[in-house]
């Protein structure tokens, strides 16, 4: 039997003595530090940026009751082993990209984001509004882990490339990063697919070691200089239309800290999501016409490639229909989903259309 699997019986066939735990949890006294791994090199835009929000945040809110000390990769773990340090308790919390982690379970890829998904708007109107909150927990229960939304990029771009993507053959044998489903889709067009830790980027692509890469958007991709050794950037991908991070505490720790903690830690969460998507949204388009400006060709794939990308998505997305709690998390957010798009659709998509047809820009 494997980890997952063992993990999974153990973990939900134990309903009720988990319930109880999370009902008479052992409040620890007195201040606190907290232990956060991240996924994020100290001063990378955009994911450290939430990361240290989360830290000022929750240290401000509880008047230093309660701190948290970041560290970045190779301080205590790598950049992709926080999941488990956490889940086995060798840290108190990451903050990360919980698509990372489809290797311990598929679901964690709707928290951040699966290809032709939501928006960010859409990705937090499920998961506040619509039962992705209490799908994270209930997932989380498998793996000892409290999971929080802590941040969200927006919608992130195509991708680097050396060369102009013509059609969707353009991938087959391309050496690209893409972590989550979306690089299971690019796998499926012939990409050979890796996921390369953010540190480690420019040095794979600058080297020839990688093709292309996709990372967050123009903000986050100037300041990473991928600019300096690629000059093709595609604006709009179909892997990550408003990509969720996460803040997850080790469960043990959750329940040991007081409501008020609790409530601190959800809060800041809460605000370290919504200050990091209008960070990004700000400062995106002054990014990218510096990057225009440095002769990076901005372009978009063509509704071929959109096609074939939609095709592999729907591929990708039902191989895993045969897990009970990816096909309930999916299910609960594509619910989520249409109810938000059916409004949005009518109101924001049709005003920015106008908006552009009466003003330009």
Not at 72 to 87: K, N, R, T
Not at 122 to 132: D, F, K, R, S, V
Not at 300 to 318: I, L, N, P, R, Y
Not at 337 to 360: E, M
């Amino acid at each position: 039997m494997d980890r997952r699997s063992f993990l999974k019986k153990t973990a939900l066939g134990s309903g009720a003595a988990a319930a109880t735990a999370l009902a008479a949890p052992a409040y620890a006294q007195g201040k606190r530090t907290l232990t956060m791994v991240t996924s994020w090199p100290r001063g990378f835009a955009v994911l450290d940026d939430a990361a240290s929000y989360m830290e000022q945040m929750v240290g401000e809110m509880s008047d230093g009751q309660l701190t948290i000390e970041k560290k970045a990769p190779g301080e205590l773990v790598g950049a992709l082993e926080v999941f488990d340090a956490v889940s086995s308790g060798q840290a108190d919390m990451y903050h990360s990209a919980d698509y990372y982690f489809i290797g311990q379970h598929p679901g964690y890829a709707y928290f951040t984001a699966v290809p032709f998904g939501g928006t960010a708007q859409e990705l937090t109107n499920w998961y506040y509004h619509g039962g992705g909150e209490e799908l994270h927990d209930e997932l989380g229960q498998i793996f000892n882990l409290k999971g929080l939304l802590a941040g969200n990029s927006g919608s992130q771009s195509g991708g680097w490339f050396r060369n102009e993507i013509n059609s969707a053959a353009d991938f087959n044998g391309l050496k690209f990063r893409m972590p989550g489903l979306g690089g299971k889709v690019l796998g499926k067009l012939g990409a050979s697919v890796q996921n390369i830790p953010g540190g480690e980027l420019y040095q794979a692509l600058s080297s020839g070691a990688l093709d292309g890469l996709e990372w967050v958007g123009p903000m986050a991709d100037e300041r990473a200089g991928f600019q300096e050794v690629a000059k093709v950037y595609y604006t709009a991908g179909f892997h990550e239309p408003g990509s969720g991070l996460a803040a997850s505490v080790n469960l043990d720790v959750w329940n040991e800290l007081t409501p008020a903690q609790q409530a601190i830690m959800r809060y800041a969460s809460m605000a370290t999501t919504h200050y990091q998507l209008a960070e990004t949204l700000a400062n995106n388009g002054a990014a990218l016409a510096r990057l225009q400006s440095q002769g990076v060709k901005t372009l978009q794939f063509s509704d071929d490639v959109w096609d074939a990308f939609g095709k592999a998505s729907a591929e990708v997305m039902d191989e895993n229909m045969s897990d009970e709690l990816f096909a309930k998390i999916r299910g609960s957010f594509e619910d989520s989903l249409a109810t938000s798009a059916s409004w949005i659709n009518k109101s924001d998509g049709y005003y920015v259309q106008q908006r552009v047809r009466v003003l330009g820009g």
